[in-house]
């Protein structure tokens, strides 16, 4: 049985029944169709890894470091169902924030 938190974002990431399907039949699957499924995003040789972290580390400086923060937030209260509207609030107040910060 996977842990808690691989059911959790597997769920979310390709629905309940290909979820089922990828846990139940324990088998390995390969990078092409995981891509495809949208549960792995970039594939690099061992050797080539760490450069591409820091890479995309690195690409994260130039943005708001608000921006980031409250998108973040946005991103994972949609993730919790029960939180619809304080989540839909969220996404409105950040952007309302983000454009009076450009604005200032």
Request: charged share 25%; with cysteine; aromatic share 2%.
């Amino acid at each position: 049985m996977p842990d808690l938190g691989a059911l959790y974002l597997l769920l979310r990431a390709v629905g309940l029944q290909r979820a089922k399907e990828l846990i139940f039949s324990t088998r390995e699957i390969e990078v092409q169709k995981a891509m495809r499924l949208g549960i792995e995003m970039d594939v690099h040789e061992s050797e080539a890894l760490e450069g591409r972290a820091l890479q995309k580390a690195e690409s994260l400086t130039h943005t708001s470091p608000t921006a980031l923060a409250l998108t973040t937030a946005a991103l994972n209260a949609r993730l919790n169902p029960t939180n619809k509207p304080c989540s839909a609030w969220r996404q409105t107040a950040s952007q309302q924030r983000l454009l009076r910060r450009n604005h200032e």
